[in-house]
């Protein structure tokens, strides 16, 4: 196997390699059309980025590829002209979209697939295995200038002074990320130069980043979110440096999620503070505007290795540690290979059409038919009028697969329209994210704005309920519904109804009190049904005890919004003298008074 790939002579052995555990290298499996010569992949190349990261197996089209299909699971074969990475953790057999198709329709198509085969190998890597060295003299030191990237940046070209290039490889850098991400067009770099294969060692060119020496309490920095969950989000500054975040530190509102606010693989903007020496990432208190702090270079000369406004695309990340492809920047680093698309770097949808699943069906038993029926043509050789049958049947039969494959053909390339659509869905939910997520930030600014006019929280609110009485009560009905004198809030009350950013909802509360207060939410016949006010009681029992106060106050719950999810309620105490007592906003499942 000097040429690095192993032509395969039996289909099932090698369906049988690929789905037996233990392999702890991925398989690529490349086939190749016989009749197809002109948008074959190329083996070579591939080989040549991947050769020790996988075995590359080269499937000639045709009986031998009938029999590979036979033995895996549906859908995880390969045929004419295409090609799959199979992992070693066999993930692939439950699902087999983890180990999506590269098909090769023409040329151009050609060349995509075989950077998205490298690409697919690269992401399956964790631990990049040494590198084999022939007994020979050390690289040599050359000085070279970045030219191009190439395969998603997994591959840095560098001009060398004579004119003649040499490659980086993203799996021999450490960390492996995106090349793109830290070097730039026309940067001049120096490295050890390995003749044999043109490959360009710059690890000598790491920089560990120092937060001591970045960083101060207090500054505005650009983080990665690597992880989203409900509950928090995984920020990393730099590769090595990574904190969780947790819903609250992104959102005061205790309603927010942080997967409704932040998406995985989008670069933000977050505080950076130290809490009793610890460090804690914020996203609560980001100011418009100001000005934020340059993430660091991972290489000396490099570029700063995260960029306001450059994410990456919403992608499966098994196995990989650091980028791998990335939107949302024009030009420079970051920018997508000439000829790909935002959806190329997506995974297919889970399930494939009904149509596309019929298409390849027939595509394969009329495969499988043509190959029974070339073996019969050979053995019947001499037997004259049926062998012109069998020629005829042979013709019908190919007629047929290539009105199938026009037809998987055309179902692929409508597959691929959606991809792109979906694509276009998960960029705009990204920036609805985003823009909910400032929208959050400008709120809680303009609160603390408004908070900074009183002297305490209470008057405040008292100033609020009053301009709320004044713009929903009618100038004729003010005299008859005035705000009274004597009204209360509890030593919560106030917190609990700032809390909430929503666009809309502190105003809400504010009109459901003012109709508590002027009494208008209980003489009124339609608002009291709105409002539902009723006794809070001591449990959930129908029969249960209204809540008291010692002071002989009652409990009450009073509506603020109906028919949405977790709709709020005001609490109130009722004193004996009339007197109302504010206590707290709540959202629909809390009944603590």
Not at 431 to 446: D, F, G, I, M
Not at 551 to 577: M, S, T, Y
Request: hydrophobic share 40%; charged share 25%; aromatic share 4%.
């Amino acid at each position: 196997m000097e040429q690095g790939y192993e032509v395969v002579s039996s289909g099932k052995n090698l369906a049988l390699r690929i789905t037996a555990p233990g392999r702890t290298k991925p398989a690529v499996v490349i086939s190749w059309h016989p009749e197809q010569e002109q948008n074959r992949i190329d083996v070579s190349g591939i080989v040549r980025e991947v050769r020790g990261l996988a075995d590359v197996f080269w499937l000639e089209n045709g009986p031998e590829s009938y029999a590979f299909g036979d033995h895996l699971p549906a859908g995880a074969h390969v045929f004419g002209n295409a090609a799959r990475v199979y992992s070693a953790d066999l993930r692939w057999m439950q699902d087999v979209f983890q180990s999506p198709l590269r098909l090769a329709r023409d040329r151009p198509a050609a060349a995509r697939a075989a950077e998205d085969v490298i690409e697919d190998v690269l992401s399956l890597i964790t631990v990049v295995p040494p590198k084999a060295t022939p007994a020979r003299s050390a690289g040599r030191r050359v000085r070279g200038t970045i030219k191009a990237f190439e395969s998603a940046g997994s591959r840095a070209i560098v001009e060398l002074p004579d004119g003649s290039c040499c490659s980086i490889q993203r799996e021999r850098v450490v960390p492996p990320v995106r090349l793109d991400w830290m070097l730039s067009l026309g940067q001049s770099v120096e490295g050890e130069l390995n003749d044999e294969d043109k490959t360009l060692d710059i690890n000598r060119l790491k920089s560990v980043p120092r937060l001591a020496e970045l960083y101060r309490s207090g500054d505005l920095v650009l983080a990665l979110a690597e992880q989203v969950s409900a509950n928090s989000a995984k920020l990393t500054l730099y590769p090595g440096s990574s904190w969780a975040v947790a819903a609250a530190r992104i959102s005061s509102n205790p309603l927010d999620t942080a997967d409704s606010l932040v998406t995985e693989g989008e670069v933000v903007v977050a505080r950076f503070l130290r809490e009793r020496g610890a460090v804690v990432l914020s996203l609560l208190d980001v100011d418009d505007g100001a000005e934020v702090q340059p993430a660091p270079a991972l290489l000396m000369g490099g570029t700063p290795w995260l960029q306001a406004g450059r994410h990456l695309a919403e992608q499966s990340t098994a196995g990989r540690t650091f980028p791998a492809a990335s939107i949302g920047h024009p030009g420079g680093a970051g920018t997508p290979d000439p000829g790909s698309t935002a959806a190329d770097s997506l995974p297919l949808p889970a399930k494939p059409s009904t149509a596309l699943r019929s298409a390849l069906l027939q595509l394969e038993s009329g495969r499988r038919k043509i190959a029974g029926l070339q073996e019969l043509v050979s053995a019947t050789s001499r037997a004259g009028a049926g062998l012109v049958r069998l020629q005829q049947e042979h013709d019908e039969l190919k007629l047929l697969l290539e009105a199938e494959r026009e037809l998987a053909g055309a179902l692929h390339a409508e597959l691929e329209t959606e991809r792109g659509r979906v694509a276009k869905h998960r960029e705009d939910l990204r920036r609805l994210r985003t823009r909910n997520r400032e929208s959050q930030q400008a709120l809680q600014r303009a609160a603390a704005d408004s908070d900074g006019l009183f002297v305490t929280s209470d008057d405040r609110l008292r100033h609020d309920v009053y301009l709320s009485w004044a713009r929903n009560t009618l100038p004729t009905d003010k005299a008859r519904q005035p705000l009274p004198r004597e009204w209360a809030a509890g030593p919560g009350f106030a917190a609990s109804l700032y809390a909430f950013t929503e666009p809309g909802v502190v105003a809400k509360a504010l009109k459901a009190a003012v109709g508590i207060l002027t009494g208008t939410a209980e003489r009124t016949a339609t608002r009291s049904t709105a409002r539902e006010i009723h006794p809070l009681r001591e449990n959930a029992g129908g029969d249960a005890p209204q809540l008291r106060r010692e002071d002989g106050a009652k409990c009450f719950r009073a509506a603020i919004e109906q028919n949405v999810p977790a709709a709020r309620r005001l609490h109130f105490w009722k004193l004996p003298d009339g007197t109302i007592e504010l206590s707290r906003v709540v959202v629909h499942d809390d009944c603590k008074p």
